[in-house]
């Protein structure tokens, strides 16, 4: 799955699908000393994520399907903006 979808976009199509695994467990594993409740369910969303997709890519059942490429971006997304959280003294200072 991962390799066919290499191959369809290309080398750097490939190099892509895998920036955006690799960012997104960045984000997840990143992060505050004291991670609120929001935060922790981003950053296990995103790891869950990434987790599924990369397991189906390799079994080749989850990418090529417009209904799981949309899942895959609304859970990416959605996580992300949750692990990133607010932090007070960062909103304050502009």
């Known amino acids: 799955g991962l390799l066919t979808a290499s191959v369809e976009a290309g080398l750097l199509g490939g190099l892509a699908l895998c920036a955006i695994f690799v960012a997104a467990l960045v984000i997840a594993l990143r992060g505050s000393h004291r991670p609120t409740a929001q935060e922790i369910f981003g950053r296990s969303m ?38 990133e959280g607010s932090d007070p003294v960062r909103d304050a200072s502009g």
């Open 46 to 83: 995103l790891v869950a994520t990434v987790t599924v997709y990369v397991i189906g890519g390799m079994t080749g059942i989850l990418f090529g399907h417009d209904l799981l490429d949309a899942v895959l971006m609304l859970h990416l997304a959605t996580g992300a903006y949750l692990a």
